[in-house]
Structures are given as C-alpha cells and as structure tokens.
C-alpha cells in the first residue's frame, strides 16, 4: 500500500510537471518587426506575464530606440493587455475563452535598424501562482504548503484532463460531419459521372443512328 501511495504522488507530480508549465523565452527583434508568441489556455485559467528589454549596458539607461510595443488577444481578438513604447511590463488576467492567446511584440522603427533582446515570462494556471511568497519558514507550514502546492496541482490536471476530453470530443465531432460530407459528396460524385456517362451515350447513339451506322 506504501508503494502503491508513492508510485501514485511521483505519478501526479510527474503530470503535474508537464500541465500548463510556464513558458520563459529570450528572443531577438528588430525595429519596425512584429513577432507573436502563442499560448493555449482553457477558460477560467489565470496566467500572468512579465516582459522586459534586455539592457546590456545596465550602467547606462537603455537608449530610445529600445522600446516595443505589446498586445496581448485571445482567439476572438479580444485585447487583454495593450502598452505602447515601453521597455518593461507584465500582465496578468483570467482566460475567459478558452483556446490560444497571442502576445505580439512590436519593435519601433528605428533607423539605423537595430536588434532587440526581449525576456518573456508566461506562467499559466498553478505555475502563474507565486508559491514563494506564501511559503514559510517553520518546518509544520512548509509542508502546508507542500500539500497545498499538490492540491493545487492535483486540480489543475483535473481541470485539464476535462479540458482534453472536451477538446477530444469536438475533433471527433468534427470528424464525422467531415466523414458525413465526404460521403455525400462521393454520392454526388458518382451521380454526376453517372448521369455524364449516360448523355454521352445517349448522343453517340443517336449520332450513329442519324448516320446510319447502327
């Protein structure tokens, strides 16, 4: 039973690694380009963002050529978050639609052209909670938030595990109308050639007939 209980927590924290892990990139952009990063996500999620120009010479502020702007939609275009001309931000919202949000990044023209260094940190679901700042440091209330952390876990698979199956069963749906259509239309198909066939016939006979031939 031991065994069984310690198989079933590696499982669930093995599961809770791969759910809705955070997504943290560096990536260059140059002035006057657009580059959009996507990030699927189910309703009633929270997520949250920070964002930054890298300033490799932190001595020194960054220069005006170092700013972008950010736009950040779901897949009906609603915006969620809009700054313009800005070297930093963050956001943070809970996904009302379901699907994949967009966080486009636009760098402003510049000339001569340079090259932006941009971080970004994208946390959704249990990973956009900051578990740090609730943690303490007496031995009973680490492990509270131990279990709290499993738990949260634990219902962010649930969650997910619905979600998939939601998402299962809408392709299969769509399969089918898509089989159903193919179908019928192979019917068409076969129709059309059929009834073609026939008035080729029809008029080859009755040209051979007008030239007595048959």
Request: one cysteine or more.
């Amino acid at each position: 039973m031991v065994l069984r209980s310690i198989k079933l927590c590696t499982v669930l924290l093995f599961l809770g690694t791969l759910s809705r892990v955070s997504q943290s990139l560096h990536f260059e952009l140059q002035s006057g380009r657009t580059k959009c990063i996507s990030e699927d996500i189910k309703s009633n999620s929270m997520t949250v963002g920070k964002y930054s120009v890298v300033n490799h010479n932190e001595a020194h502020p960054s220069p005006p050529s170092h700013k972008i702007s950010i736009r950040v939609t779901s897949s009906y275009g609603n915006t969620y978050h809009h700054a313009e001309d800005v070297e930093s931000g963050q956001f943070a919202f809970t996904a009302v639609e379901a699907g994949d949000y967009m966080a486009c990044f636009t760098a402003i023209d510049h000339k001569p052209e340079v090259t932006l260094n941009v971080d970004l940190d994208w946390r959704t679901g249990v990973h956009s909670k900051s578990w740090s700042s609730v943690a303490k440091k007496s031995q009973v209330e680490v492990m509270e938030f131990e279990v709290k952390k499993l738990i949260e876990t634990v219902i962010s698979i649930h969650e997910e595990m619905f979600y998939l199956r939601d998402r299962e069963e809408e392709m299969q749906n769509l399969n089918r109308a898509t089989n159903s259509k193919m179908a019928w239309l192979s019917f068409l198909s076969l129709f059309v050639c059929l009834g073609v066939a026939g008035m080729q016939f029809v008029h080859l006979k009755t040209f051979l007939e007008k030239k007595k031939v048959i």
